[in-house]
């Protein structure tokens, strides 16, 4: 709780207790005059309602106003939290970003890694075949034993 709004309530609670001191006296100003309905009575029924309206009015404005510093406060709140909200949406996108484009360098990466063997594979395959097509029969194929899902370690291990 804000100083003020702590000092807006204790100036409330001792309004509140004033209206209820004047509350309990207009119904006893009341109940004398409903027994004995003279124009004394009246007169003091009339100035003591006066005194209630006066007291109920400060308790009532001290109530708006704690109200309104509630409400202020709850604006803030809603603010903040509008403010967090949006950087925890950001980040959030900015995390799905780069985990996915990590994804696709590592994708990448692997890809590349598996057709470079491959493809060079296939290649040298396609010439030492077409060479023997030709009835070259001299073809010397040399095995790289570095490379662990090769066509050739396939082939020199038989």
């Known amino acids: ?29 009341a109940a004398l005059y409903e027994m004995s309905p003279t124009a004394a009575n009246y007169a003091a029924l009339t100035i003591q309602m006066k005194a209630n309206d006066a007291a109920f009015g400060a308790a009532s404005k001290l109530l708006d106003k704690l109200q309104g510093l509630e409400d202020a406060a709850a604006q803030l709140a809603v603010s903040h939290s509008k403010s967090m909200s949006a950087q925890v949406e950001w980040y959030s996108i900015a995390g799905i970003v780069i985990g996915i484009s990590l994804a696709f360098v590592i994708a990448f990466i692997i890809i590349r890694s598996t057709m470079k063997q491959v493809g060079t594979e296939q290649a040298t395959m396609a010439a030492l075949t077409g060479r023997i097509a030709e009835g070259d029969l001299d073809v010397k194929l040399e095995a790289d034993g570095n490379r662990q899902l090769s066509m050739f370690r396939l082939e020199a291990s038989s």
Not at 3 to 29: G, L, R, Y
């Open 1 to 29: 709780m804000a100083a003020e709004e702590v000092q807006t309530w204790q100036e409330f609670k001792n309004a509140f207790a004033s209206w209820w001191d004047q509350h309990q006296k207009i119904v006893a100003v």
